[in-house]
């Protein structure tokens, strides 16, 4: 229920007064290869980020106080959505977020990056 409310939340834009929180346990960056496009990974490292998802706001606690602002639907699934984003500069993003048995995901895409949060249910 709690995935399907999250993922409601982003996919609709706007619920009165409704927040959600996810508190990430895990973090990992990627770098776009040039060749393939595909995403190298670094190691994963304890990272303890909380993420509130405030209407088409998701506010971070990371050190930069981060700001991604929803503004299109790509996908929206009971366990994967995908949205068009800008971040507090105004720079293009995508954030993803994923549910499955074995990780819980959220991703904050650009060009050339990917910072990935590893989250529990």
């Not at 602002?69 to 507090?88: C, I, Q, S």
């Amino acid at each position: 229920m709690k995935k399907l409310l999250l993922l409601a939340m982003l996919t609709i834009g706007y619920i009165a007064g409704a927040q959600e929180k996810i508190q990430s346990v895990e973090a990992q960056i990627g770098v776009r290869r040039t060749v393939s496009s595909e995403w190298k990974w670094k190691r994963i490292v304890p990272c303890k980020v909380l993420f509130i998802l405030d209407k088409n706001d998701i506010i971070t606690n990371d050190k930069d106080h981060s700001v991604y602002t929803t503004y299109e639907t790509l996908e929206a699934t009971e366990n994967r959505g995908v949205w068009k984003a800008r971040d507090k500069d105004g720079i293009e993003c995508i954030v993803k977020i994923e549910y499955n048995y074995s990780n819980n995901i959220l991703d904050i895409e650009y060009d050339k990056t990917c910072y990935r949060y590893f989250f529990n249910n």
